[in-house]
T-cell receptor
Framework: ETGVTQTPRHLVMGMTNKKSLKCEQHLGHNAMYWYKQSAKKPLELMFVYNFKEQTENNSVPSRFSPECPNSSHLFLHLHTLQPEDSALYLC?????????????FGEGSWLTVV | KNEVEQSPQNLTAQEGEFITINCSYSVGISALHWLQQHPGGGIVSLFMLSSGKKKHGRLIATINIQEKHSSLHITASHPRDSAVYICALTIQGAQKLVFGQGTRLTINP
């Protein structure tokens, strides 16, 4: 248990569906992240939120839409995805967006787009 | 060339063996992280290093800043150590992590 909880753990969706991934952290952290891990590829940063403000968008397609209503919750809204978007999506948090802080990951959400 | 390279990519060993996983990088860093990813997908941060050596239980991490190299050692390995071990860098002047490809470790009983 890392203090970062992701739901759902597994999601199968069609290309025309709209779904959301949810992340909640109980660590009092101010920075939250979405990462994508495709098969046999390193983790890729998607978005960073620091104090609820988006500070990083790593050229992510608009079919992925993040939302951070408060410092404890982070969502990734998904619509009209493609099969190549199938991957493990990991949420993480840290105490501030700084190189000196340990980052805590959730268990991940396995997404399959059919 | 990737900024961070891990070796080996895959490692299989018998229970009890001493394990070494290597990470080399080509950029200036402010910190290096070792992460453990279990088959279910979750990632746990093992170490964050900027110099020297750290030890936690059977795990030891070392870093040589001049040689741009870090190693993760596991003593008295156990099947529950089977996981993917990922080296990640915080690059100087940047605030995001750059991840290695990972080393898949399998410890057989």
């Amino acid at each position: 248990e890392t203090g970062v909880t992701q739901t759902p753990r597994h999601l199968v969706m069609g290309m025309t569906n709209k779904k959301s991934l949810k992340c909640e952290q109980h660590l009092g952290h101010n920075a939250m992240y979405w990462y994508k891990q495709s098969a046999k590829k390193p983790l890729e940063l998607m978005f960073v939120y620091n104090f609820k403000e988006q500070t990083e968008n790593n050229s992510v397609p608009s079919r992925f839409s993040p939302e951070c209503p408060n410092s404890s919750h982070l969502f990734l809204h998904l619509h009209t995805l493609q099969p190549e978007d199938s991957a493990l999506y990991l949420c993480a948090s840290s105490q501030g967006y700084s190189s000196g802080n340990t980052i805590y990951f959730g268990e991940g959400s396995w997404l399959t787009v059919v | 060339k990737n900024e961070v390279e891990q070796s080996p990519q895959n490692l299989t060993a018998q229970e009890g063996e001493f394990i070494t996983i290597n990470c080399s990088y080509s950029v200036g860093i402010s910190a290096l992280h070792w992460l453990q990813q279990h088959p279910g997908g979750g990632i746990v941060s093992l170490f964050m290093l900027s110099s020297g050596k750290k030890k936690h239980g059977r795990l030891i991490a070392t870093i040589n800043i001049q040689e741009k190299h870090s190693s993760l050692h596991i003593t008295a390995s156990h099947p529950r150590d089977s996981a993917v071990y990922i080296c990640a860098l915080t690059i100087q002047g940047a605030q995001k992590l750059v991840f290695g490809q990972g080393t898949r470790l399998t410890i057989n009983p």
